[in-house]
């Protein structure tokens, strides 16, 4: 038969046919009717995602160009910036603001660890911007954010929050948790392929961006707020993502975005049940907060990089191993955005299949029953 594909990665995710079937359309142009009226509903869906009555902005970008935007609106040259880290994309975001100029005060922590707000409050006094990580995708920590929010904004901070593998997934209170700003990502859990990129801007944010000299254009936040309050796009968007987008996001807001976070939890639990009844040891977490990706240390001997490329090759699964120092040493499963159960138990099976082809021990045929009981234990508490 014609090669089957799995994409089990913590983003690019799968995309659902419904999404997939509006990217087969006829092209349209970004200045018609009909493309306003989606831009427009698009936006106001963004803001029911992030649960915000902030703009969102939307960048024809990935991920770290929206990051970017931020770090070019909010840095004032020389002014401190703290950057909380504890894992690829904190020191992602360390290296983006230092070449801003910031003086940075970067807090390392550990990874596979998440920060305590006591120490996030003490190091932001005196900082202008803060910079946290909700989803760190390279350990699979989802941070407590609210208060490590809260922390930072008691020291006068204003605080930037690294969304991209969160939203979606697991709550984001943007509002709530006075977030200034979020940014995400329209390839994770928003079930649309990778280009688009998301940020909402508090009033605060906006005033400190129009206050700060480094200059920018393409990202610059105002130029972009004041196009899209006329339904205009400053530039030429990625007419078809932006479609996609639309209507992934109908999906999701049919859906429930609580029914949503109560999957990703059950999605997390089967995959740590199933891992460990391999006997495999886990890096993320060991609880509910993993909800967005399960990372696996290797058992010994196995030779990571050849294991994935033998899951790919032989049974066109595809995860995905470590970055930065836990490179060759794990492998995560990503269970974010168009997921269900019979993708966490296809994710499983393969790994065995893949463990025991590399030579390693692994417990046989427990993984399955592990995953399904835990998913019903779940799915019937919540
Ligand atoms: N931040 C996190 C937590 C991510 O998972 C990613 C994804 O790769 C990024 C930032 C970067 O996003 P992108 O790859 O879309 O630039």
């Not at 929050?161 to 939203?167: G, H, M, P, Y």
């Not at 709550?171 to 392929?193: F, H, I, N, R, Y």
């Not at 990129?197 to 004041?226: I, M, N």
């Not at 159960?341 to 994710?347: E, M």
């Amino acid at each position: 038969m014609p090669e089957k594909r799995y994409l089990f990665t913590p983003g690019p995710t799968p995309v659902p046919p419904q999404v997939l079937e509006v990217l087969a359309r006829p092209a349209i142009h970004h200045r018609g009717p009909d493309f306003v009226a989606v831009y427009e509903r698009v936006l106001s869906r963004l803001k029911e995602v992030y649960r915000t009555e902030n703009d969102v902005l939307l960048f024809t970008a990935s991920g770290t160009g929206a990051f970017e935007s931020a770090v070019a609106n909010l840095t004032e040259p020389g002014e401190r910036s703290l950057v909380v880290s504890y894992g690829n994309f904190g020191e992602r975001w360390a290296g983006m603001v230092a070449a801003y100029g910031a003086d940075l005060d970067h807090l390392r922590c550990d990874w596979g660890d998440a920060p305590e707000p006591d120490e996030v409050g003490r190091r932001a006094r005196g900082a202008a911007v803060c910079y946290l990580v909700h989803s760190e995708t390279s350990t699979g920590v989802v941070s407590d954010l609210a208060p490590l929010a809260a922390a930072a904004k008691e020291a006068g901070a204003l605080v930037v929050v690294d969304a991209v593998s969160s939203l979606g997934a697991v709550p984001c209170e943007t509002d709530e948790w006075g977030l200034d700003v979020v940014v995400s990502g329209s390839q994770k859990a928003l079930m649309t392929p990778p280009g688009l990129g998301l940020v909402s801007v508090s009033e605060a944010a906006l005033a400190k961006a129009a206050a700060t000299s480094t200059a920018r254009y393409y990202f610059d936040w105002e130029r972009t707020r004041a196009a899209q309050a006329k339904r205009d796009a400053p530039f030429t968007p990625a007419v078809p993502l932006v479609l996609a987008l639309d209507a992934a996001l109908e999906l999701i807001l049919a859906e429930g975005l609580e029914a949503a976070f109560d999957r990703h939890v059950a999605l997390g639990r089967a995959t740590r049940a199933g891992i460990k009844a391999m006997g495999l040891e886990l890096a993320s977490p060991d609880d509910d907060s993993a909800a967005v990706v399960t990372t696996v240390r290797a058992p010994e001997g196995v030779d990571v990089a050849a294991f994935l490329r033998d899951l790919r090759d032989r049974l066109g699964v595809q995860l995905i191993g470590g970055q930065g120092e836990w490179r060759g040493k794990v492998f995560r499963i990503g269970h974010i955005g168009y997921f269900d159960l019979f993708d966490v138990t296809t994710a499983l099976a393969a790994v065995e299949d893949g463990l025991v082809a590399a030579g390693a021990e692994v417990e046989r045929g427990a993984s399955i029953p592990a995953a399904l009981a835990a998913y019903e234990g779940a799915r019937t508490r919540t």
